[in-house]
């Protein structure tokens, strides 16, 4: 039960395609204060034509697997909600890119953009169980919703590995954690639709009602105190979600909301996101990864992490990084992804958003696009076909 379990590496990828905030109210006619004002985005990934949820997880894994080898790595959770296939887990091929040994295990997760969090509690629960074990976690997503309607300006795309081990490097995960589950429609995807239906302004109240039951509950079983939390990272489906919830979250704690001090303790958690836009259940640990990328030294000082599903599910739980984890960060490949993606304008932006999805079963090789290493060769006969570039 001492042993310390928690974040050994993490590393993010991203769509190398951009679409600015500024160009999409340029021609839908928004102001553009509602964008990087009201919600706090300013640019949204997209995929290329032959990147997806897969060819992003293998991205950010690469480097983690370059550094630390996958011979501890008995276990590959891939958590998405913008699954490409109802029963083969995404994280195979992932594994096959990467040509991982094949003493592994390799599953999907689903729940929303809470499926990542499950991944790592559940990567955690298996390190417990034989410490000389890692877990690597998988959580990918391209979030699209219909064109033209609130949820557009919250698109995104991103992938975020983490390596999950005993002694981590970077951050201890502590054991107290709070739950919350209702059943609620607020944002959902039937299988026979590619993009995602919601009920903005219900899953806005929904997050935070979700949230408050995560936060009883954390204190219920003994977590820590309020004001021993230095920043706290939310899910953060538009940026000013993080400020909302945790003006939220000071009043469920009887304290004033000041803005100051909610802008202290959740603004450098959104620098990535606001740039990536929504990525479901990567977007809490990218959150993190700019926290831990931009802030000062916080060794020993505990982050508080909100993660939340629609439909719904909400976990409250604190991480501690623990010392020297500054030497293993890779801030300047993360600022790199974002920097590097290509500007596609208003027009290829919406020509790519209905491009309607192959289901004949013929053979669609996928344009080559992607300067990463690696691409979706296409579909040929019903199988997505993955290779290196
Ligand atoms: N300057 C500054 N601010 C402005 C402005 C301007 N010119 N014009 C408007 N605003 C402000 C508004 O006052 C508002 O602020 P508050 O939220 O503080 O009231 C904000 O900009 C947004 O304006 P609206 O509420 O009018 O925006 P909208 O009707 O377009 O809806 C949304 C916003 C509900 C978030 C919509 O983008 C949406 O449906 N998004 C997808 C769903 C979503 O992200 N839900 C979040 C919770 S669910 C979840 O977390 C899971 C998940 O990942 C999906």
Redesign the pocket.
């Known amino acids: 039960r001492d042993l310390a379990v928690g974040i050994h590496d993490l590393s993010f990828a991203t769509g190398q395609l951009v679409l600015t905030h500024e160009t999409l109210a340029a021609r839908n006619g928004?102001?553009?204060?509602?964008?990087?004002?009201?919600?706090g985005q300013r640019s949204m990934s997209v995929p290329a034509a032959d990147e997806d949820i897969v060819t992003m997880g293998a991205v950010a894994a690469a480097p983690i697997l370059a550094r630390h080898g996958a011979d501890r790595i008995r276990t590959v959770v891939f958590a998405t909600e913008s699954s490409v296939d109802q029963a083969k887990a995404a994280g195979i091929h992932v594994h096959s890119l990467l040509s991982m040994p094949s003493a592994t295990r390799v599953v999907e997760l689903k729940q929303?953009?809470y499926g990542g969090t499950a991944a790592l509690q559940f990567a955690i629960g298996l390190v417990h169980r034989d410490p000389s074990q890692q877990v690597l976690v998988i959580a990918s997503d391209v979030?699209k919703?219909e064109l033209d309607?609130?949820?557009?300006?919250?698109q995104g795309a991103a992938a975020v590995a983490m390596l999950i081990s005993a002694d981590p490097a970077l951050v201890r995960i502590e054991e107290t954690s709070g739950v919350f589950t209702a059943d609620i429609m607020?944002?959902w995807r039937p299988n026979y639709l590619t993009t995602?239906l919601?009920?903005?302004?219900e899953?806005?109240s929904?997050?935070l009602q979700a949230m408050d039951g995560a936060w009883k509950d954390y204190t219920e079983q003994g977590g820590r105190a309020f004001d021993e939390f230095a920043a706290f990272c939310y899910?953060?489906?538009?940026t000013?979600?993080a400020?909302?919830a945790h003006r939220a979250l000071l009043e469920s704690c009887g304290r004033e909301v000041d803005e100051a001090e909610v802008v202290r303790a959740v603004g450098q958690t959104t620098a990535y996101n606001e740039e990536i836009g929504?990525s479901?259940t990567a977007?809490v640990y990218l959150g993190l990864a700019a926290l831990l990328d931009n802030a000062d030294d916080l060794t020993g000082q505990a982050i508080g992490l909100l993660s939340?599903?629609?439909g719904?599910v909400a976990e409250f739980f604190a991480g501690v990084p623990v010392p020297g984890y500054r030497a293993h960060l890779r801030s300047e490949q993360h600022r790199e992804a974002i920097a590097r993606r290509r500007d596609i304008g208003y027009a290829d932006y919406r020509e790519r958003h209905q491009q309607a999805f192959p289901v004949d079963g013929g053979d669609h090789p996928a344009p080559r696009e992607t300067t990463g290493p690696y691409r979706l060769a296409g579909l040929f006969g019903h199988k997505r076909v993955y290779e290196p570039r």
């Open positions: 928004t102001e553009l204060g509602k964008y990087h004002v009201g919600i929303a953009c979030s919703y309607q609130p949820g557009e300006a919250t607020d944002f995602a919601v009920d903005g302004k899953s806005v929904a997050y899910h953060q489906p538009f000013k979600m400020h909302k929504n479901y977007s939340y599903g629609s719904s």
